[in-house]
């Protein structure tokens, strides 16, 4: 149980493009929904916090215009980045908590992100 | 805002013994405390977690302490396998009810020697 996926697990874009990435509860409803930024061989950074059908609420230093974040369902939110650029090549990782499951927050695969 | 301080940065111990990664956290009014272990290229993983109503707790040969006067938690592993070997991280978080992000430590890279 408390799986989540993450589509793509990586991919590889020219900088000034976007890029969408999914994050998906398999198997349980989540009521919020979280992305983290990852860079080598460093800890996790909470960019982002996101409730089904709210705005999302982002984290000091992060940029709500590229940064773009839809929580459409219990079961799937989205991170658009935008206007890719280079320094945005980093590990892209969401996690969920159950719908009335308490604090345990399950996380992704990740999605690797290299911006050329 | 919290702060997670995470110790040692690398821990390397042999196979069968025991190993212990500290954390220190800043803000009184955070209540749970998750250790999550990550593989290379993978995500972290949810090994155990504690709640600040609590001392202790267990779960085979993981057990966390958490002490809320000193404001720090440990993670303890005992009879360490080779599959042990990863990177850990200890998070905290404020009000709970699966409403607020974590704060993550910089994580311990644990080594087991065969």
């Known amino acids: 149980g408390a799986v989540v996926s993450q589509h793509p697990s990586w991919v590889i874009c020219k900088s000034g493009t976007s890029v969408k990435i999914e994050c998906r509860s398999l198997?349980?409803?989540?009521?919020?929904m979280f992305w983290y930024r990852q860079f080598p061989k460093q800890s996790l950074m909470l960019m982002a916090t996101s409730n089904e059908g709210s705005k999302a609420t982002y984290e000091q230093g992060v940029e709500k215009d590229k940064f773009l974040i839809n929580h459409a369902s219990l079961t799937l939110s989205t991170l658009t980045v935008t206007s890719a650029h280079p320094e945005d090549s980093s590990f892209y990782i969401c996690?969920?908590?159950?719908?009335?499951?308490?604090?345990?927050?399950?996380f992704g695969p990740g999605t690797r992100l290299t911006v050329l | 805002g919290e702060n997670v301080e995470q110790h040692p940065s690398t821990l390397s111990v042999q196979e069968g013994d025991s190993a212990v990664i500290k954390c220190t956290y800043s803000?009184?009014?955070?209540?749970?405390f998750p250790w999550y272990k990550q593989e290379l290229g993978k995500g972290p993983q949810l090994i155990i977690d504690?709640?600040?109503?609590?001392g202790e707790k267990k779960d085979q040969r993981i057990a966390v302490t958490l002490n809320k006067t000193a404001k720090h938690f440990s993670l303890h592993i005992t009879e360490t396998q080779p599959e042990d070997s990863a990177v850990y991280f200890c998070a905290a978080s404020g009000t709970g009810g699966g409403a607020d992000g974590l704060t993550f430590g910089k994580g311990t890279h644990l080594i087991i020697q065969p």
């Open positions: 198997d349980f409803q989540a009521t919020t």
């Open positions: 504690i709640r600040s109503n609590v």
């Open positions: 996690s969920a908590s159950q719908l009335a499951g308490g604090e345990a927050q399950y």
């Open positions: 803000d009184s009014a955070s209540n749970y």
